[in-house]
């Protein structure tokens, strides 16, 4: 199993964003963009002018995760400023049949997130037509969280069902990831995570990366 990390730009100083991106371009995959409305979550964030800026840019592909209301209606404008990969939640989405085909149709990859109450059971419909499952590992909405450890059994059961049905879909963790967390995420089946404060709130967050992703390799040999 390939580990991906993603680094989550909610954590970092947004009065130097392309220097805190800089700090750790060479330790991640992705950087992971949080869309937050402060409806769906209590909190406001990034729009599609940031995601233009950082795109431009071309440091890395672009993880988008949209914790808004309407997903329906704004998703494709994020693909349109430059999201290499788009999540929207199922609990805001209409009709997430649909919203995967158009975001496909505009070649992103799409992922589809879960908050903690949501089952696996409620999405399993879902499962063969995305390319991201993103399961919570703390509620929506602000960064620094506590992780939440019983939300590794969702992480083992979306992976049983990967590796018995041959998907292709990455299964993504966000929330609380650090140093105590980062092996069992990636035991559980994470291949896909995300990290923020335990990265951008030490004095190097590029090394503080690369020895997240060392921990989660090495978790994967034990």
Excluded: C
Aim: hydrophobic letters at 45%.
């Amino acid at each position: 199993m390939d580990i991906k990390i993603s680094a989550s730009i909610l954590n970092a100083d947004v009065n130097r964003l392309e220097q805190e991106i800089a700090s750790v371009s060479d330790s991640v995959d992705w950087i992971h963009v949080d869309v937050m409305d402060n409806h769906f979550v209590p909190n406001l964030s990034f729009g599609t002018n940031v995601l233009e800026s950082l795109a431009k840019k071309k440091i890395k592909p672009l993880d988008v995760h949209l914790m808004i209301e309407n997903p329906d209606k704004w998703a494709l404008d994020f693909v349109a400023a430059g999201a290499d990969s788009v999540t929207f939640h199922y609990e805001a989405a209409e009709d997430p049949t649909k919203l995967i085909k158009e975001i496909h149709a505009l070649k992103s990859r799409v992922g589809l997130a879960i908050k903690p109450n949501t089952s696996l059971a409620d999405v399993k419909e879902f499962l063969s037509d995305i390319d991201v499952l993103l399961v919570m590992t703390v509620e929506p909405g602000f960064g620094g969280q506590a992780f939440m450890n019983k939300m590794l059994d969702k992480v083992r059961e979306a992976r049983s069902i990967t590796n018995d049905k041959n998907l292709k879909m990455w299964i993504q963790v966000d929330g609380g990831i650090g140093l105590q967390t980062i092996e069992q995420a990636a035991q559980a089946g994470a291949d896909f995570i995300v990290v923020g404060s335990a990265a951008f709130s030490t004095a190097d967050p590029g090394k503080a990366m690369q020895d997240l992703r060392e921990l989660a390799v090495k978790s994967l040999s034990i």
